[in-house]
C-alpha cells in the first residue's frame, strides 16, 4: 500500500497486489483501490500514486499495470483516459460470491 501525505496527512492511498498474466509470462500489478480525499483531489495526488506504481511496476519488470472502474463513475473514467490507459471492452469480469459460491464448493 501507497499512502500520499500533505503535511503529514494522510490524504489518499493506493491498495495494489502483484498478479500474473500467462498471455504475457510475468508479473503485474493490480490497483486494488485508489483513494484521495475529496478536497484534495484535482491536486495531482492520483497521478502522483499511479506514476509511483508505473515506477513500481517498472522497477519489479511487471509486464502490466491493470484495475477495474464502475462504468458509472465518468470523472475517474475521464482521469484514466487522460492518462493514457485503455478500457479492456473484450473482457466482461465474472464474479461468484454468497451462496452461489457456497453451492460451487460444495
Known amino acids: 500500500m501507497i499512502f500520499v501525505l500533505e503535511q503529514e496527512a494522510e490524504v489518499g492511498f493506493a491498495l ?3 498478479n500474473f498474466s500467462t498471455f504475457l509470462g510475468r508479473a503485474g500489478i493490480y490497483l486494488e483501490d ?8 484535482g491536486r495531482g495526488y492520483g497521478k502522483g500514486l499511479l506514476r ?4 513500481i511496476a517498472r522497477e519489479r519488470g511487471c509486464g502490466r ?13 475521464d482521469f484514466y483516459l487522460s492518462l493514457g490507459a ?18 460451487l464448493a460444495e
Not at 485503455?86 to 453451492?103: F, H, N, S
Request: charged letters at 25%.
Open 34 to 41: 485508489l483513494y484521495v480525499k475529496p478536497a484534495y483531489r
Open 52 to 55: 509511483k506504481l508505473a515506477q
Open 65 to 77: 499495470l491493470e484495475w477495474w472502474c464502475l462504468d458509472w463513475n465518468q470523472p475517474s473514467i
Open 16 to 18: 495494489f497486489f502483484h
Open 86 to 103: 485503455e478500457p479492456m471492452k473484450d473482457w466482461t469480469v465474472y464474479r461468484i460470491a454468497g451462496d452461489t459460491l457456497q453451492k
